[in-house]
């Protein structure tokens, strides 16, 4: 974007991972660009109306949080089961996932992870916890793994309900929607707004736009929903 937007142009970036802010900070460079340690959805409070020439919403997780297994993101080493963005806000989904009731994960897992099998996992879950707490990635992914299929499938048991969980953890959804609503007032006549995300959740997405393309945006924006099932498929596009 800073090699296409010409001088008098501005880049501002949000992210709520203190991680993220960091290595932008040391990273780039360029009297253009700075990035805001909120999430989108406070993008009012820092842009006036009909402001913006063009929003990029850049949805869900990065290869950095699955790679440092002290974040538990990842089901593939043993790390502590947090999942927050914010490590210095809210409460890891250690803390949730071993007081919640059965209804409220069975209803996450199904909500945030289209999981046909939530309601088994959530009962192995609560089994599970009446004898130790569930305190790490591989414990919560030995316990899915327990009560999964064993027919073969192309991903990992594990992967719908640590999304599932991530998503909820981080209020990930209610944020995207709120965050649109804001860009209504924000984006210019004939602006973009442009989506970019990798989850499973293309159906609640495609809810959420519906209903504000009806609402709001109508025939004065340009929305364009960038739905990729992986990084190879987007970099063909």
């Known amino acids: 974007i800073l090699n296409t937007i010409n001088d008098q142009g501005e880049l501002t970036a949000f992210d709520k991972d203190p991680d993220a802010i960091e290595y932008a900070n040391n990273s780039i460079k360029d009297p253009r660009f700075k ?5 989108f959805n406070e993008i009012d409070s820092i842009f006036k109306a009909r402001s913006l ?5 850049d949805l869900g997780t990065c290869s950095t949080h699955f790679d440092d297994k002290s974040r538990g993101f990842s089901f593939q080493d043993t790390g502590p089961l947090d999942m927050r963005f914010n490590f210095n806000t809210g409460y890891p989904v250690s803390e949730w996932i071993n007081t919640t009731n059965e209804k409220d994960l069975v209803d996450v897992l199904f909500k945030y992870g289209q999981e046909k099998n939530a309601r088994s996992i959530a009962k192995a879950i609560c089994i599970s916890r009446k004898e130790s707490s569930i305190e790490t990635t591989s414990q919560l992914a030995d316990i899915i793994v327990s009560v999964s299929s064993k027919k073969y499938t192309k ?16 209020n990930e959804l209610e944020e995207l929607e709120q965050a649109l609503e804001k860009s209504k007032q924000l984006i210019k006549i004939g602006g973009k707004l442009l989506l970019f995300h990798f989850t499973l ?5 495609l809810k959420i736009l519906l209903k504000l393309r009806s609402k709001h945006f109508q025939k004065k924006y340009l929305l364009i929903q960038l739905l990729r099932k992986n990084l190879t498929a987007l970099q063909e596009k």
């Open 35 to 39: 990035i805001i340690h909120k999430s």
């Open 53 to 57: 020439d063009g929003i990029l919403f």
């Open 155 to 170: 991903i990992h048991p594990a992967t719908k309900s640590f999304q599932a969980f991530r998503i909820f953890i981080n």
């Open 201 to 205: 959740l293309k159906i609640q997405l």
